[in-house]
């Protein structure tokens, strides 16, 4: 596997541990970092491990919040299935406010920048779930909405349904008087409509 080579180095990263980080997943723990209501907290790290010319290289393409996630009812290795499914669980990192990131590993790190679509896939899903938690009442009042507008969209259609049967029993009835000469099939007809009216009249 070849390493990444735009990259920038954040630290003293001269050891035998290499630290390769991808710059959305920087941006991700960077911004669990801020986060004052969870810390300090641990970050499951997902991506390769080389080993090359006796050096050792993480490099990490994905990240979770575990606390986080265990709130959701979701573990890392769920999300690593359903995010990162090419990539290997590599580790977890500690984050606190007055510590970098990738402390642990070694004196430093690079980031790097390369096409991450697994990572846009995990942060626009963290966006939108945080959305929904923090707009629970317009949520519920949007869906409220719709299924009062379909509700009266339904009625005002079944409404005009039985006007436009009894219209036709109507112009049926007529039809039958003016072409129809016997009383008796005449009255036969009209309890015929009645009985079709009435079955309207009960479906409402």
Request: hydrophobic share 40%; proline share 1%; net charge neutral.
């Amino acid at each position: 596997m070849k390493l990444p080579e735009v990259v920038r180095r954040i630290g003293h990263a001269d050891g035998t541990v290499r630290v390769y980080v991808e710059d959305y997943v920087y941006t991700y723990l960077e911004e669990l970092r801020k986060r004052k209501d969870i810390l300090p907290l641990r970050a499951a790290l997902f991506g390769h491990v080389i080993h090359k010319d006796n050096l050792c290289y993480y490099l990490v393409y994905g990240a979770c919040c575990v606390v986080e996630e265990l709130e959701y009812g979701q573990s890392e290795e769920q999300i690593r299935e359903r995010f990162f499914e090419d990539l290997d669980l590599i580790g977890y990192v500690n984050i606190s406010r007055d510590k970098r990131i990738m402390a642990k590993k070694g004196d430093g790190y690079f980031v790097f920048y390369e096409a991450n679509e697994a990572m846009k896939a995990y942060l626009l899903y963290c966006y939108q779930r945080d959305k929904r938690k923090s707009n629970p009442s317009q949520e519920s009042a949007a869906a409220a909405h719709g299924k009062r507008y379909f509700g009266k969209k339904k009625e005002l259609l079944a409404n005009a349904v039985k006007q436009i049967l009894c219209v036709i029993c109507i112009l049926l009835l007529a039809t039958a008087v003016s072409t129809i000469g016997d009383y008796e099939k005449i009255h036969g007809f009209v309890e015929m409509t009645d009985r079709a009216v009435w079955m309207i009249e009960a479906g409402r």
